[in-house]
Antibody, heavy 123, light 108 residues
Framework: EVQLVQSGAEVKKPGESLKISCKGSGFSFTSYWIGWVRQMPGKGLEWMGIIYPDDSDTRYSPSFQGLVTISADRSISTAYLQWSSLKASDTAMYYC????????????????WGQGTLVTVSS | EIVLTQSPGTLSLSPGERATLSCRASQSLSSSYLAWYQQKRGQAPRLLIYGASSRATGIPDRFSGSGSGTDFTLTISTLEPEDFAVYYCQKYGSSQLIFGGGTKVEIK
């Protein structure tokens, strides 16, 4: 069974750093892209970026470039999303999801999702 | 940058009725790389439709997608109680992915 299991909810203060994780199982982690999607309270889905764990090729949405860092450790089938200095506006649910290779015609098509990690940033 | 505009913002219908949701792209989408997702309250999104009209694995046939170019439609032929949710369209197929703003289908 394909699974993406995300790390638990976080409560942080403005200015703090944070790294959340997404562990894949039931599929070849290095054969898929892993993406991150933000959902602010009561709002829609925003694509943040993607990483190909096999070679760590990373692409960012222009809206999130420079604001977050996406990384992966292929040896433990885990992708990460990190902030160096959180703001209150980073309060949101963050989802990871996988998609196939662009050459397959399904690049960017998220067919399996994690359960979400709620990040709350408040002083 | 392509923008996806979904309408209406909210659709108020009763179980058993037909739902028609629209997604309009600001530029033509190549090869109909348009997907639809369903998100129920408190849950992660779920892939419903890809390639504008192909149902994902396990999706009931009351869900159907159509359209090409800049205009796409998701139709739910007969609403079941579990279909009341928010629906998002998404452009895929390149490394810059875009979601529409969503349509909420609520019980009338």
């Amino acid at each position: 069974e394909v699974q993406l299991v995300q790390s638990g909810a976080e409560v942080k203060k403005p200015g703090e750093s944070l790294k959340i994780s997404c562990k894949g199982s039931g599929f070849s982690f290095t054969s898929y892209w892993i993406g991150w999607v933000r959902q602010m309270p009561g709002k829609g889905l925003e694509w943040m970026g993607i990483i190909y764990p096999d070679d760590s090729d990373t692409r960012y949405s222009p809206s999130f470039q420079g604001l977050v860092t996406i990384s992966a450790d292929r040896s433990i089938s885990t992708a990460y999303l990190q902030w160096s200095s959180l703001k209150a506006s980073d309060t949101a649910m963050y989802y990871c999801a996988r998609h196939g290779k662009f050459s397959s015609g399904k690049g960017g098509l998220f067919d399996s999702w994690g359960q979400g990690t709620l990040v709350t940033v408040s002083s | 940058e392509i923008v996806l505009t979904q309408s209406p913002g909210t659709l108020s219908l009763s179980p058993g009725e037909r739902a028609t949701l629209s997604c309009r792209a600001s530029q033509s989408l190549s090869s109909s790389y348009l997907a639809w997702y369903q998100q129920k309250r408190g849950q992660a999104p779920r892939l419903l439709i890809y390639g504008a009209s192909s149902r994902a694995t396990g999706i009931p046939d009351r869900f159907s997608g159509s359209g090409s170019g800049t205009d796409f439609t998701l139709t739910i032929s007969t609403l079941e109680p579990e279909d009341f949710a928010v629906y998002y369209c998404q452009k895929y197929g390149s490394s810059q992915l875009i979601f529409g703003g969503g349509t909420k289908v609520e019980i009338k």
